[in-house]
């Protein structure tokens, strides 16, 4: 069982930066992938990053890559997304999650993880 909490939402910008973190409860944080999505308003949720359980693998959704990083610190039990270049297509609630990939390093969706946060809003002003 893993409990995550997302935090560093906020209001941001055109061209701005923001970095999310999402705190794991549990031992075993560091052998789960975990992942970003993002659900903006009357949209479904969508993939944003994932990472591998050691951080050595990462992955991104075309919309993102070059501007978002996604790392982790499993001393910690935090996983991050550090945001760059914000735009107003960015705003969305953001959520982390987790899980145990049976067959690959991490998943890109939805149904790949069964462990989700509440979320964090980000909204990305003109």
């Known amino acids: 069982q893993v409990q995550l909490v997302e935090s560093g939402g906020g209001l941001v910008q055109a061209g701005g930066s923001l970095r999310l973190s999402c705190a794991a409860s549990g031992r075993t944080f560091g052998t789960y992938a975990m992942a970003w999505f993002r659900q903006a308003p009357g949209k479904g949720r969508e993939f944003v990053a994932a990472i591998n359980w050691s951080g050595g693998s990462t992955h991104y959704a075309d919309s993102v890559k070059g501007r978002f990083t996604i790392s982790r610190d499993n001393a910690k039990n935090t996983v991050y997304l550090q945001m760059n270049s914000l735009n107003s297509e960015d705003t969305a609630v953001y959520y982390c999650?987790?899980?145990?990939?049976?067959?690959?390093?991490?998943?890109?969706?939805?149904?790949?993880?069964?462990?989700w946060g509440q979320g964090t809003q980000v909204t990305v002003s003109a």
């Open positions: 999650a987790a899980d145990i990939p049976p067959y690959s390093e991490y998943g890109v969706h939805e149904g790949d993880y069964e462990y």
